[in-house]
């Protein structure tokens, strides 16, 4: 598995194609580099692993255990930890302290990136689930964006009074992980430790992210990186 990579989103612009002909809109992406806080082995923990601290954080706002934990690697507190699994091999190629930043990213032609998605709330069933409402004339009462009948889903109909699980209604909205997959990298600053990335990103501005090299391509995507 690759390594997964820490950072922030900044917020959203647009760059040019070197033709000047097409604009492409962008997530900027803080990524700091991080620290490696623990290697976990085989012989020690069970399995191969690689774990990243990233972010810096006052000591009075962390634990004991937390400072002694980083103090190890020779680093300050951080606000985010984060571990990816690796094959024995690679994990040893990394050290305690070891700073990791976006060079792990070169030659990577798309990303997965993970966030947070804004919380929105309590919500109804149409903006919660894209619901296509009711009629608004014709005599019908004012239960325009009401989701309707819900006693035809029950449970055994006829025998129970209650609602199978998973009943799309209204509830609270947003406030989830979530995973934009196989977003094009347009653009690494090195210098800067800024990545740019085609499209919308989960979570607000200021929100931590994860990213890392893509999983799973479509077909379409598959063949350029083929070709």
């Known amino acids: 598995m690759a390594l997964t990579l820490v950072g922030k ?42 774990q990243l601290g990233w972010g810096e954080l006052k000591p009075r706002n962390s634990t004991m255990p937390q400072i002694g934990h980083d103090a190890k690697a020779g680093t300050t507190p951080k606000r ?20 990791v930043g976006l060079d ?9 990136v993970i966030g947070t998605s804004k919380g929105k709330g309590f919500q109804g069933g149409i903006k919660r689930h894209g619901f296509k409402g009711q ?8 239960k325009h964006r009401s989701p309707g009948s819900i006693g035809g889903h029950g449970n055994n109909a006829g025998k129970a009074g209650r ?3 998973g009943k799309k209604m209204a509830g609270r909205m947003g406030d989830v992980r979530v995973t934009a997959r196989s977003l094009d ?33 479509n077909r379409s995507k598959g063949k350029k990186v083929s070709s």
């Open 9 to 50: 989103k900044i917020g959203m612009t647009r760059v040019f194609s070197e033709d000047g002909k097409r604009s492409i809109p962008v997530t900027v992406l803080d990524m700091t580099p991080s620290v490696v806080t623990q290697v976990r082995t085989v012989e020690t923990d069970g399995y191969s692993a690689v």
């Open 80 to 99: 985010t930890h984060t571990e990816s699994r690796m094959a024995e091999d690679e994990a040893g190629g990394f050290e305690l302290g070891q700073l």
């Open 104 to 112: 792990t990213l070169d030659g990577v032609a798309y990303v997965d």
């Open 135 to 142: 009629q608004a004339t014709h005599g019908v009462e004012r």
């Open 163 to 165: 609602i199978k699980k």
């Open 185 to 217: 990298v347009i653009r690494i600053d090195a210098e800067r430790h800024l990545l740019l990335v085609k499209g919308p990103v989960p979570g607000a501005n200021g929100g931590t992210v994860m990213v890392r090299p893509a999983i799973r391509l």
